[in-house]
């Protein structure tokens, strides 16, 4: 398994991809996908075309025009059956867009048939970064979890209205101060039954890798959502997932960190079901990479051990930007095995996905790249694209 893995374009229509998020919309049994091109200022919805057909180009579709686009999600805001997509837009922009998708899924390609509207009465207040559709209070449809960056930026919630197709109803509640909010992820940390809010922030007063407790359902979210440090507050914490690295059935920690003299994946693992323990241990990258961005767990080669594959921006053809490691007895050794992934091309990848595209048994790395030059020299990026795994 040594050696660049092949890749293949999914998409390179336009300018500087931007992250790829997941969903099964049309119910077939694969994971179709929707991104944003920032510099090209657009959003496209791509549906997997089945196994068979993986290597070409996806069917896709224009959804929304989208300027300085970070960050765009699936989800059903209508519940009518037929998935919307939400976009969150930084820059002069500062404002997140809905994509109401047709109801007749025979029209998902049409770009005709999508209609974007801003959202929230949020325009201007904050350069909006990340958006995790999230039942926050228990009533009415799917509330929006969202992240920003910079002046004034914040961590908080848009309330679902009564009728969700009414974009000026849609409350913001604040959560708490942000610096520059990289990821979301939403899932139960303290056993009590609700969903609470873990984040890293690589900017500020509250950087690091933290949880925010939810107060509950109902009246209770008008109490604070109390903050719990996981660590990395001395370092500019990039992309995180929850994954349980050493089997003892604790959802760790895993994020891509950096100062301005090393880059490293931090593994904090947890100690407990509280989610107050965690210990720390930094995972040596290898010589020769760009600056960490992103991490993904998954068993690659199928050994049964998990390994972590990592993404980078500012690689240039000599340092790599997206690589896989490996350990041979325990993942708290402090050196791990790197294996090369995407060889020389590319300079600045995004966040990963792992997931078997062409369902010959093993995980795939599923990621798009905003920099790389054209062929005119103009920086425009790889667009968006799969790895596909060599395992035999």
């Known amino acids: 398994m040594e050696g660049a893995w092949n890749r293949h374009v999914i998409d390179d229509i336009s300018k500087g991809a931007d992250g790829v998020r997941l ?39 224009t959804v929304g025009m989208t300027p300085s686009v970070e960050d765009a999600v699936f989800v059903d805001l209508d519940k009518d059956g037929s998935m919307d997509v939400v976009t969150c837009c930084e820059g002069n922009t500062k404002t997140m867009f809905v994509h109401w998708g047709p109801a007749d899924r025979r029209q998902w390609l049409n770009s005709f048939a999508w209609r974007q509207q801003p959202l929230g009465r949020i325009e201007g207040k904050m350069a909006y970064m990340y958006c995790l559709p999230m039942q926050v209070d228990g009533q009415r449809g799917t509330d929006l979890v969202v992240g920003a ?12 209205p009564e009728d969700p197709r009414d974009v000026d109803q849609y409350q913001w509640h604040p959560v708490c101060p942000a610096g520059w909010i990289m990821s979301l992820i939403t899932t139960d940390m303290d056993g009590d039954g609700d969903e609470d809010i873990v984040t890293t922030d690589r900017k500020g007063h509250l950087r690091g890798c933290r949880w925010l407790d939810n107060p509950g359902r109902g009246p209770s979210q008008s109490q604070p959502w109390k903050n719990h440090f996981i660590g990395g507050q001395d370092w500019e914490v990039m992309f995180m997932r929850l994954a349980d690295l050493d089997w003892d059935g604790f959802s760790d920690a895993v994020v891509a960190a950096r100062t301005p003299d090393k880059q490293r994946i931090l593994w904090f693992r947890r100690l407990d079901k509280t989610g107050l323990r965690w210990t720390e241990q930094e995972i040596i990258f290898p010589t020769g990479t760009g600056n960490a961005k992103a991490p993904a767990v998954g068993d690659i080669d199928r050994d049964g051990r998990m390994d972590v594959v990592f993404s980078c921006e500012g690689a240039d053809g000599v340092r790599r930007g997206v690589m896989w490691l490996s350990y041979e007895k325990e993942p708290a050794e402090n050196e791990w095995t790197a294996h090369d992934i995407s060889g020389s091309e590319g300079i600045k990848f995004d966040r990963l996905e792992l997931l078997d595209l062409d369902d010959d048994g093993d995980l795939d790395v599923l990621t798009c790249e905003e920099s790389e030059p054209d062929s005119q020299g103009k920086r425009k990026g790889l667009g968006v694209f799969w790895y596909e795994n060599p395992l035999q």
């Open 23 to 61: 969903a099964d919309i049309d119910e077939n049994g694969h994971m179709d996908m929707v991104t944003g091109w920032e510099e090209g200022g657009i959003t496209r919805l791509y549906l997997h075309p089945g196994p068979g057909k993986v290597r070409a180009p996806w069917p896709a579709v």
């Open 149 to 160: 960056k910079g002046q004034g930026a914040q961590i908080g919630w848009l309330e679902s």
